[in-house]
């Protein structure tokens, strides 16, 4: 054998191994690429799902606090043998709000469980704005029984405080159409955090 066929031979090999390593630069290239577009396809799904699941929430709290009533709301209530009919309008009044939620439910559990995932990505300073609809569900329930307690005379005070009690949970259990909205605020601003941070996940695909 002499040199030169040993030359050949050498640079053949080079060559042969530059090819794998190109070939297998490429290949990792292409999973991590495919890595990265299926990591981004997840998080822009879960944005848009986020947000629809939010602006349905955010539709069925405004049905529950509707303060257009009909007739046979709050009849699905189990009664008492002993109430007097007095009574049972009003309980059945103040159980108006858990019908509506029954009726409108799915996207508020469908908002909490998304939560979980939203802030395994993004972290737990989003969880608050996602609470907040379900604390405004527990306020206005509150509220309702409040009503109801009021109007049932449980409350052994003068009757301005109990008017005060009346004005104040009125404005969280019913949506205000004049004036200031304390619960349609909170509840925007909420949505607005969430709104930024998956706005700006989706416009990356624009």
């Known amino acids: 054998m002499n040199c030169t066929e040993i030359d050949w031979k ?12 190109t070939a297998s630069c490429v290949a990792i290239y292409g999973i991590n690429s495919w ?25 069925a709290i405004k049905i529950i606090r509707s303060p257009i009533g009909f007739g046979n709301e709050g009849s699905s209530r189990e009664k008492s043998k002993n109430e007097t009919k007095e009574q049972t309008e009003i309980y059945n009044q103040a159980y108006v709000t858990r019908e509506r939620f029954q009726r409108n439910k799915k996207s508020l559990e469908k908002l909490r469980r998304l939560k979980y995932r939203f802030i395994t990505l993004y972290g737990k300073d989003y969880e608050k704005y996602f609470d ?5 569900i527990n306020r206005i329930f509150s509220a309702s029984d409040l009503i109801a307690r009021v109007k049932l005379g449980q409350f052994d005070h003068d009757k301005e405080f109990k008017l005060q009690i009346m004005k104040e949970n009125s404005k969280i259990l019913y949506n205000v159409f004049k004036g200031e909205d304390e619960i349609e605020e909170e509840l925007k601003t909420a949505i607005t955090a969430i709104e930024e941070k998956c706005r700006a996940i989706i416009g990356k695909n624009n």
């Open 10 to 21: 050498l640079i053949f090999d080079i060559l042969k191994s530059i090819s794998i390593i």
């Open 35 to 59: 890595r990265r577009e299926a990591r981004w396809k997840r998080k822009y799904e879960l944005a848009e799902e986020v947000l629809s699941s939010m602006y349905e929430a955010h539709q």
């Open 132 to 136: 907040k609809f379900s604390q405004t």
